[in-house]
């Protein structure tokens, strides 16, 4: 995927050019830059031979950058990720993954906005298609739409449900002329389909002997070589409790380390600020950090009614 471009582990900076601060260990400690092996180049913080505190990250190979937190050396806290193909993500990391709240805007000019986890779009979201001038708001599961959401057309919107990002089951259509068309999504057979062939057949082969002695049990896609077709049941005036349930935030057993209670503090370093700035007139920066701080809040009010349950 374009969002996972220039991700990962970069190059092990023990050797190459540095310049800057070290401690009495000789470890490179404080502000510094470093010209590594593979030509990739680091400019920030460092503690303790890590990079740790705000820091810029370029990646040569492929031109990505990175710019926001680091701890032990890994993205981790708030950050902009810069991509080969002109895209772009500004939001919360962990361990070198997108995760918390964070904005992504494709080269196609099409936005996500809300929740990831584990480097996956997780949680409730919008989704805006810039060709069609049309917004998704609902909730993705380990990168797939999935349950309660809304498509928001120029002057109709749907409310209903969402299997692995196909609308299925009861929904209504609410018109701008005040009145609801109330019918259900079918998944049906699609005829453009490849039929069950070789091609199923070695992807079979592929399955691991040892899933295959242990005879697990594979969940069945129900939306495989399926499409969506919406059946129409009636037409009402509109009426609020006729909507379907809304999106909720999702709970999220987060089994991701926190390296809080492991970093060094390094409230004494100091950092140049961002260089990485928005286009004139583009006001996407301050939009997603309001975004952010509002997912922040609901989530801390939705935690106490989730342990209650």
């Known amino acids: 995927m374009a969002e996972d471009k220039g991700e990962g582990p970069e ?22 830059w470093a010209l590594l092996p593979n030509g990739d180049f680091y400019q920030g913080c460092y503690c303790r031979g890590m990079r740790n505190g ?18 032990k050396a890994m993205k981790y806290g708030v950050g902009t990720m810069l991509y080969p193909d002109g895209s772009r993500y500004e939001g919360d990391w962990r361990h070198d993954l997108k995760h918390g709240f964070g904005a992504y805007y494709y080269p196609n ?65 609410v018109f701008d002329t005040n009145c609801m068309q109330h019918g259900f999504y079918l998944l049906k057979k699609d005829p453009d389909f490849e039929e069950y062939g070789e091609a199923e057949e070695e992807k079979e082969d592929k399955i691991p002997k040892e899933r295959e002695a242990e005879e ?34 999702l709970p999220v057993h987060d089994s991701v380390p ?30 997603w950090l309001l975004h952010r701080q509002q997912f922040l809040e609901e989530t801390e009010r939705s935690l106490p009614r989730a342990n209650e349950d």
């Not at 050797?15 to 404080?30: F, K, L, M, S």
């Not at 390296?259 to 004139?280: G, I, K, M, N, Q």
Request: charged fraction near 30%.
């Open 11 to 32: 190059d092990e900076d023990t050797i190459g050019i540095y310049v800057g601060y070290r401690n009495a260990e000789g470890d490179r400690h404080g502000e510094g």
């Open 54 to 71: 705000k820091g810029l990250y370029v990646f040569l190979k492929n031109g990505a950058r990175y710019e926001g937190e680091w701890r």
């Open 109 to 173: 000019n099409d936005i996500y906005e809300g929740a990831w986890f584990k480097g996956k779009r997780h949680g409730l979201g919008t989704y805006f298609f810039a060709e069609y001038q049309i917004k998704f708001m609902g909730t993705w599961v380990e990168g797939a739409i999935e349950g309660p959401g809304q498509i928001i057309y120029p002057r109709v919107r749907y409310h209903g449900s969402w299997v692995k990002g196909k609308p299925k089951g009861p929904g209504c259509f």
């Open 216 to 249: 697990e049990e594979f969940e069945i896609d129900e939306t495989l070589g399926k499409v969506a077709i919406w059946r129409a049941r009636n037409v009402t005036a509109y009426m609020a409790e006729f909507l379907p349930p809304e999106p909720v935030p």
């Open 258 to 287: 926190s390296l809080t209670d492991e970093s060094v503090e390094t409230d004494v370093l100091r950092f140049e600020p961002s260089t990485l700035t928005a286009e004139e007139g583009d006001d996407d920066n301050d939009s």
